[in-house]
């Protein structure tokens, strides 16, 4: 009755024991295979009893060895697939955030250039304030598209990066802010 817990604590201690007290338990294990034949005498003959004994430990031995090979790659590879998931992230949030870098590299290039032709002809108009009207109205004109035109780059810039970052929508005008914006 008590080989089958024999078996089952067997399997278990070569499953969880270090590597370096796996031959001790190993050893432990076969002492039963040579003491049982000769206290418990059979028919059979005591090499008979001895050699199934030493098979029935031997099965016992590989198999734990076995199911803890196993167990060893399992959770090395789980490590390595989470190692590599997170690596995968990084890199993900590093082509991201470069991305975005540029994004903004070129936003401040194409701003820069509208707006400081914005400041050339404001300036052109502070300076000639005795011009004639239809150089006012052209100059205006200028100014006035130029302003729209780096508007709808930042506009389109900022939709982009909304989109990868995955940004709310941005917030609407109320009847609330009407005065003001009327104002503005």
Same mark, same amino acid.
């Given at each position: 009755?008590?080989?089958?817990?024999?078996?089952?604590?067997?399997?278990?201690?070569?499953?969880?024991?270090?590597?370096?007290?796996?031959?001790?338990v190993?050893?432990v294990?076969?002492v039963?295979a040579?003491?049982?034949p000769?206290?418990?005498?059979t028919s059979?003959?005591?090499?008979?009893?001895l050699?199934?004994?030493v098979?029935?430990t031997?099965?016992?031995? #590989?198999?734990?060895m076995?199911a803890?090979?196993?167990?060893?790659?399992?959770?090395?590879?789980?490590?390595?697939?989470?190692?590599?998931?997170?690596?995968q992230?990084?890199?993900?949030e590093?082509?991201?955030?470069?991305e975005?870098?540029?994004?903004?590299?070129?936003?401040?290039d194409?701003?820069?250039?509208?707006?400081?032709?914005?400041?050339?002809?404001?300036?052109?108009?502070?300076?000639?304030?005795?011009?004639?009207?239809?150089?006012?109205?052209?100059?205006?004109?200028?100014?006035?598209?130029n302003?729209?035109?780096?508007?709808?780059?930042?506009?389109?810039?900022?939709?982009?990066?909304r989109e990868?970052g995955? #940004?709310?929508?941005?917030?609407?005008p109320?009847l609330?802010?009407?005065p003001?914006?009327?104002?503005?």
């Amino acid at each position: 009755l008590a080989s089958g817990a024999a078996a089952v604590v067997l399997f278990n201690a070569v499953l969880r024991a270090p590597r370096r007290s796996l031959g001790w338990v190993c050893a432990v294990a076969l002492v039963p295979a040579f003491a049982f034949p000769l206290v418990y005498r059979t028919s059979e003959s005591y090499v008979v009893e001895l050699l199934f004994g030493v098979l029935v430990t031997g099965v016992l031995i #590989g198999w734990g060895m076995f199911a803890r090979a196993r167990r060893q790659l399992v959770l090395s590879l789980r490590e390595r697939a989470e190692r590599l998931e997170a690596e995968q992230r990084l890199h993900v949030e590093h082509a991201r955030e470069a991305e975005r870098r540029r994004i903004a590299g070129e936003m401040h290039d194409v701003l820069a250039h509208r707006i400081s032709l914005l400041s050339v002809h404001a300036g052109a108009l502070e300076f000639r304030p005795d011009a004639p009207p239809d150089e006012i109205a052209e100059a205006a004109g200028v100014i006035r598209s130029n302003a729209h035109a780096a508007l709808s780059d930042l506009r389109q810039v900022v939709g982009v990066l909304r989109e990868d970052g995955g #940004g709310s929508d941005p917030p609407q005008p109320t009847l609330a802010d009407v005065p003001a914006l009327v104002e503005e």
